[in-house]
């Protein structure tokens, strides 16, 4: 069964930082890219961050730019977001997500997804 | 960047009703469209991707189409289990974007 198990997350002040984790199990982790998405309380979906299968291509959403990074240990089957110079609007709850594969193709959609961890940015 | 604008925003329906939800793009996005289910406190679920695929072990009176501008979600008959929120995503190119999400509510 696919796990994925979001941990890091909590109250942090504007301008701090906080990393979080992702916790694989359950397939071959290196084989899949893999995201960041969040959701503000209340709102809808917002893809924030992808990383390659081999950890060698990252994209971001404009808004995080230069100030979240995203990384991923293939040994340990984990994926990490840290975001720092972290702002009221990044006050949501964090998803890592799997891209979708199916008979040896990978698309960008996301089929499986954590429970989240909550972010709240506030003073 | 291209927008992915959903409407309704909610819509009220019966169990039993034939259900559709509209996904336009602000440009061609071809068929790079995924639509997801999310419940209250959940993670969202896939439903559809590549526009018309439908992922393994959902039920079948689920399916999308469209191409282009233009796509849809259909629920053939709204069952009880259906009550949700449900999101279109587009992954052309980056970055990514969802629709605002339209929200399936008891009539």
Known sequence: EVQLVESGGG???????????????????????????????GKGLEWVSYISSDGTTMYYTDS???????????VKNSLFLQMNS????????????RACCTGGTCYACFDSWGQGTLVTVSS | DIQMTQSPSTLSASVGDRVTITCRASQSVSTWVAWYQQKPGKAPKLLIYKASSLES???????????????????????PDDFATYYCQRYNSFPWTFGQGTKVEIK
């Open chain 2, 57 to 79: 072990g959902v039920p079948s009176r689920f399916s999308g189409s469209g191409s282009g501008t233009e796509f849809t979600l259909t629920i053939s008959s709204l069952q």
């Open chain 1, 64 to 74: 995080v730019k230069g100030r979240f990074t995203i990384s991923r240990d293939n």
């Open chain 1, 86 to 97: 972290l702002r009221a609007e990044d006050t949501a709850i964090y998803f890592c997500a």
């Open chain 1, 11 to 41: 109250l942090v002040q504007p301008g701090g930082s906080l990393r979080l984790s992702c916790a694989a199990s359950g397939f071959t982790f290196n084989s899949y890219s893999m995201s960041w998405v969040r959701q503000a309380p």
